[in-house]
């Protein structure tokens, strides 16, 4: 039997508006139990309540800080950390990740992967903000001290709803070093700070793996009442493991001012470390204007 070319087109029709009728399927619900419910910027909320950012890439904020999503998208957060004070500071910012946003919060609680430290940054107004809200907090912990990229987690509490954002800081080659270090360059402080004639003194070197055969170039942060102190006379010296042999002569260091990438620090002094040891003992000698001249034996690992 033929079929018309009217027929098949009343019947194509029929099919077409047959299948258009079948209801799309709804998106499926979140399973009870799983904890979280996403939404489509990629922001989701915790069964406890708490809003957590999603993980989206930011620009620098306007503190040149590290920004992060602080609860969808309706606050933001942004990281900054001065390591010659040994301080973080939080603000909040807006949508626009770029205006300051007032808040009655007390505190907000800032947890750090490595170096590990957790820290409670107190509300600390700007200029201008009226009594009772602050769109900035702030917090020193000695940790804080330590060069290099951060991440962790800033959490906090906004009018009863608790709000969370993880952040990362980036590297950046912007140059600014007061030298060039070659290869292995990482500003890496051994142990903990030490206090004298109240100064708090960090010890260290550059490179996070000494060789023997190479040199090594020690390095020496000293900071009073937060700021560094830029008119000590340092010097350094490499000893034999056991202290009694002078493996390398003293030398005078050179004060660097602070970057963006490390804080200020004597330097410059290179040592040649001796083929063959396996340990050697860094020996620093800090003469302060005001105080009473020290000396620290730092023992470190050489490859």
Request: hydrophobic letters at 35%; charged letters at 25%; glycine letters at 12%.
């Amino acid at each position: 039997m033929k079929l018309s070319a009217i027929t098949c087109s009343i019947i194509f029709c029929g099919l077409i508006g047959f299948t258009g009728c079948k209801k799309q399927e709804e998106p499926k619900a979140d399973p009870a139990g799983s904890g979280s419910a996403a939404s489509e910027e990629g922001s989701h909320v915790h069964a406890d309540g708490t809003a957590h950012a999603a993980h989206d890439g930011h620009m620098a904020g306007p503190h040149g800080g590290t920004v992060v999503d602080w609860g969808g998208g309706e606050y933001h957060v942004e990281f900054t950390v001065d390591h010659d004070k040994q301080e973080a500071t939080v603000y909040i910012l807006g949508s626009d990740e770029k205006s300051p946003v007032l808040v009655d919060t007390k505190s907000i609680d800032l947890s750090i992967s490595d170096p590990v430290l957790q820290l409670t940054l107190a509300a600390a107004p700007q200029e201008g903000d009226p009594a009772g809200e602050t769109s900035r907090f702030v917090g020193t912990h000695e940790k804080l001290s330590v060069v290099k990229e951060y991440s962790g987690t800033i959490v906090g509490v906004i009018d009863g709803t608790p709000f969370s954002g993880d952040f990362e800081e980036e590297a950046h080659d912007d140059g600014e070093h007061a030298h060039s270090h070659a290869g292995d360059d990482a500003l890496v402080w051994e142990g903990e700070p030490k206090k004298h004639s109240g100064l708090l003194i960090q010890l260290g070197h550059h490179g996070q793996h000494l060789h023997a055969g190479e040199e090594v170039e020690p390095a020496v942060s000293i900071v009073r009442g937060g700021k560094p102190v830029a008119d000590a006379k340092v010097f350094n010296a490499l000893v034999s493991a056991d202290g009694e042999t002078v493996l390398a002569k003293e030398v005078a260091t050179v004060y660097e001012p602070a970057t963006k990438a490390e804080p200020a620090h004597y330097a410059q002094g290179a040592l040649a470390i001796p083929a063959g040891v396996a340990k050697v003992i860094l020996r620093y000698r800090i003469v302060v204007a005001d105080g009473e001249p020290v000396t620290f034996d730092v023992p470190v690992d050489v490859e």
